[in-house]
């Protein structure tokens, strides 16, 4: 029995010894873990969301440039890192080493435009369809006003047997030499003739002004011209019986007078023939017709050349023109040669590559962004860029596309975005690869907390919290909002300025503190 109690009160002794050893231990690493908490003061600041994803530069336009026909090319004008301009030529072919449908082209083109030049060129064709309605519109008025027409005839009839007595008058003058009293009768005959188209001119006065066509003004018109020629006859032959003797020379060309005027008034009678029963039905309707193609021909042209006409005479032209651009390659935009295949002397084929052109005036870069993200990505938003290549340098960048559509690889779908730089030095080069932060919120003033801070705690976000005095962090429910990579803002809960939030809480409290667990 007293050994009993001896072997009790030892493991009595050791039991108390242990479990004060223990609590010892406990209290020691409670102080130990305490001590090693890092604590931050909850305050207010700016916070900078930013969505990240990598991405390859590219230019803003690239083009691979090949010919389009055959040939040894005789000219390459650019190297390997030339700044060129739109429409630039790069490189020519010969002229004897092109294919026959080439050189055929120079003259289809030629031929082409000066088929388009005729159609747009319409000022001369519609004056010359104006003046043919106009004799068209003359020709049928004084067909159905024949009286006009008849009268001007006899007229003509009646001039032309004059002009032949005046003529064979003067002939016989010079043939034979006149008396005295042929003298004085002519010189009577001048007077007379002067009277006479004086009172003809004075009849004409009143209607002068009056219409082309007026039938009084016309036989008052051809009474001043007969007036006329007879005083002109009569002072040709007085003139010719004051002459005393008459040459060969003016025989000859008095001869020559007769013979005129009898031809001419031959003709004045066959004019007359012609009119003086008027026209036929069928001439009337001959004019007519004349008149009315006349009026649509220049009602066509007054509309201009017929669009369909048009449109095939410009196709034959850049169709030809088309195929003499194969001549040469041109740069179709702005930018910097980033190679040279073709070399003078070369023997090329169509498809056969010549240069690489790179639009290098704006870099781009294509990331992609997942459909979690993509919502807060917007047209215009900045960006920060950085490159493994160039160390320690920031580039700032713009939003400038927003894919619509995304795309599915691996189950995983996601969105391109297009950031362009805006402060390109020498440094960035096509091709590189960049990072890419795109900034998608900037608040001011907000009560903000570490990330690292944040655990999960049944089902809710918390942080824990240190007070002076207290044995163990205390946890304290929070709300989040926008977050950063280090900071997140605080919309709601427990959680209040000046609050020393744990960074580094343990992960087992109830070893530690007794109590929960802290969470993830």
């Known amino acids: 029995m007293k050994r009993f109690l001896t072997i009790l009160l030892v493991v009595v002794v050791l039991g108390g010894g242990i479990f004060a050893f223990g609590q010892y231990r406990a209290q020691q690493l409670r102080d130990e873990t305490l001590a090693s908490l890092q604590t931050e003061t909850v305050a207010t600041g700016s916070l900078t969301a930013t969505v990240g994803a990598t991405g390859v530069v590219r230019s803003n336009q690239s083009a691979t440039l090949m ?16 700044v060129v301009t739109a429409d630039q030529v790069l490189a020519s072919i010969k002229q004897t080493t092109l294919p026959q449908s080439v050189i055929l082209a120079q003259a289809d083109l030629v031929s082409a435009q000066n088929a388009l030049d005729d159609l747009y060129n319409v000022a001369l064709q519609q004056a010359q369809a104006l003046k043919a309605v106009e004799d068209a519109e003359k020709a049928l008025t004084d067909a159905q006003n024949p009286e006009l027409q008849q009268a001007l005839a006899l007229q003509t009839i009646a001039d032309a047997e004059k002009t032949l007595e005046d003529a064979e008058r003067s002939l016989r003058l010079l043939q ?27 009849n004409f006065e009143p209607w002068e002004n009056k219409p082309e066509d007026n039938i009084i003004r016309a036989n008052l018109l051809a009474k001043v011209s007969a007036a006329q020629q007879e005083y002109d006859a009569a002072v040709r032959n007085l003139n010719g019986m004051l002459a005393n003797t008459a040459s060969a020379t003016e025989l000859a060309v008095a001869e020559a007078n007769v013979a005129t005027a009898q031809a001419q008034l031959l003709q004045a009678q066959r004019d007359y023939e012609e009119v003086k029963d008027g026209p036929s039905e069928a001439e009337i309707a001959l004019l007519t017709a004349q008149l009315t193609d006349a009026q649509e021909n220049y009602t066509d042209l007054s509309d ?23 001549i040469s ?4 935009f702005a930018g910097v040669i980033s190679e040279v295949v073709v070399k003078p002397g070369d023997q090329v084929s169509p498809g056969s590559i010549a240069f690489k052109l790179d639009d290098l005036s704006h870099l781009l870069v294509d990331v992609e962004v997942s459909e979690v993200d993509i919502n807060r990505i917007k047209v215009g938003q900045s960006a920060i860029l950085t490159f493994d290549a160039i160390l320690a340098k920031e580039y700032q960048g713009r939003v400038a596309e927003v894919a619509l559509v995304g795309t599915t690889s691996a189950g995983v779908v996601s969105f391109k975005v297009t950031v362009e730089l805006l402060d390109i030095d020498e440094n960035v080069r096509s091709g590189m690869t960049a990072g890419v932060n795109i900034v998608v919120s900037e608040l001011e003033d907000v009560m903000l907390v570490p990330n690292r801070a944040v655990r999960v705690l049944n089902g809710e976000r918390v942080v824990y919290i240190l007070t002076d005095g207290s044995i163990a962090p205390s946890p304290v429910v929070i709300e989040l909002g926008v977050s950063s990579e280090t900071y997140s803002e605080v919309i709601g809960g427990e959680l209040k300025l000046g609050d020393n939030v744990v960074l580094n809480p343990p992960t087992d409290f109830s070893v530690i503190f007794g109590g929960g667990p802290p969470g993830r």
């Open 304 to 326: 201009g050349p017929d669009p369909e006409d048009v449109a095939a005479a410009e196709a034959r032209v850049a169709a030809a023109q088309a195929t003499l651009d194969t």
């Open 176 to 202: 034979t030499p006149a008396s005295q009293a042929d003298i004085d009768a002519a010189k009577a005959q001048v007077i007379l003739a002067e009277d006479a188209l004086e009172r003809a001119q004075e």
């Open 329 to 332: 390659i041109k740069a179709p």
């Open 67 to 82: 010919w389009e026909t055959s040939g040894t090319v005789e000219e390459v004008t650019v190297r390997a890192g030339d």
